[in-house]
């Protein structure tokens, strides 16, 4: 059974940072392409970052410069590193594995 599993949201300030992290479980993770998504409140969900099996990274070009991701093949672990965080960076933030499975989300609110 594929389990995807994040954490690390919260509030934070504007122009703060925060780190996100997707536990994964089911899946050969170091053959695994992963991605992050997020869902605004009244927006459709929308893609961040991916980051493939052999390490190689891609953005949305709304977070180009501010958001990195990486992957820690002994941990299982997918992180998406956030920087220069704006309100509009507000929204659940979402691990997948296209196409089709996604893990439970974890809040990020970013103050004004």
């Known amino acids: 059974q594929v389990q995807l599993v994040e954490s690390g949201g919260g509030l934070v300030q504007f122009g703060g940072s925060l780190r996100l992290s997707c536990v994964v479980s089911?899946?050969?993770?170091?053959?695994?392409?992963f991605n992050w998504y997020r869902q605004g409140p009244g927006q459709q969900r929308e893609f961040v970052a991916q980051?493939?099996?052999?390490?190689?990274?891609s953005f949305a070009d709304f977070v180009k410069g501010r958001f990195a991701i990486s992957r820690d093949n002994d941990k299982n672990t997918v992180y998406l590193q956030m920087n220069s965080l704006k309100p509009e960076d507000t929204g659940a933030y979402y691990c997948?594995?296209?196409?089709?499975?996604w893990g439970q989300g974890t809040q990020v609110t970013v103050s004004a």
């Open positions: 997948n594995i296209r196409p089709r499975y």
């Open positions: 089911g899946v050969m993770f170091r053959l695994t392409d």
């Open positions: 980051i493939n099996s052999r390490g190689i990274s």
